[in-house]
């Protein structure tokens, strides 16, 4: 009875971890697509609202954006180091570290809080910025940001959240599922395709819906 008792206990703590596991990936997902969303609608006003300003004075506009564009430079080094760049490079640099401290500095909350204020910031101020890379930077930090929740660990998080952030800032899920198969090509992440694919077909229907 003590056997078969340990056996079930074996059975359902194994069931747990997977489901445990699954969860992360679509939950997570989810909140890529939505925050690829909000990014999206959030550039559109910011953009909306410097064309606005430059219809009003052209004069004003030159003040803004040189003083925005030092403003920016001056958040970035002092509040949020390693969100500068496009973000797609970090997202990759951090799948390759081994150190979770190195991985933090380049994809965290903060760091998804952080790309997303000075994103917004740039384009209000009437800079030429893209909001595809930021979206796979964020993407990533968010998936990552979940896995250190979990107890146990869960590799393929960054990946995951890096291509969920390619299909959802495009709103083409195939294009996030080509990204992370050829990402998984060149590490050993195979275990995890089913569930990387998942999360990038999640955050692909949130951003279309």
């Known amino acids: 009875m003590t056997l078969l008792s340990n056996r079930q206990k074996r059975i359902f703590k194994i069931t747990s971890a997977r489901w445990q596991r699954r969860a992360i990936f679509l939950l997570g997902g989810i909140a890529v697509g939505a925050a690829a969303v ?7 006003l910011a ?43 970090q997202a990759i640099a951090a799948r390759h570290l081994s150190d979770q401290a190195a991985r933090e500095s380049l994809v965290s909350i903060r760091i998804a809080i952080g790309k997303m204020i000075l994103t917004l910031f740039a384009l209000l101020c009437g800079g030429s910025v893209g909001r595809e890379g930021p979206t796979v930077q964020v993407g990533a930090s968010i998936m990552f940001a979940l896995g250190r929740v979990s107890p146990r660990r869960q590799p393929g998080l960054i990946l995951a ?29 195979t275990r995890t395709s089913s569930l990387i694919i998942a999360a990038v077909i999640a955050a692909g229907l949130t951003s279309l819906a």
């Open 47 to 89: 953009q909306q609202a410097f064309l606005l300003l430059l219809d009003k004075s052209r004069y004003a506009v030159l003040a803004v954006t040189s003083l925005g564009f030092m403003l920016s430079a001056y958040l970035t080094i002092r509040l949020f180091p390693n969100a500068q760049g496009s973000g797609i490079p």
């Open 38 to 44: 909000a990014l999206a609608q959030l550039a559109d």
């Open 161 to 189: 959240g890096a291509a969920a952030g390619v299909a959802a800032a495009f709103n083409t899920p195939l294009a996030g599922i080509v990204f992370g198969i050829e990402e998984m090509s060149r590490a050993f992440e």
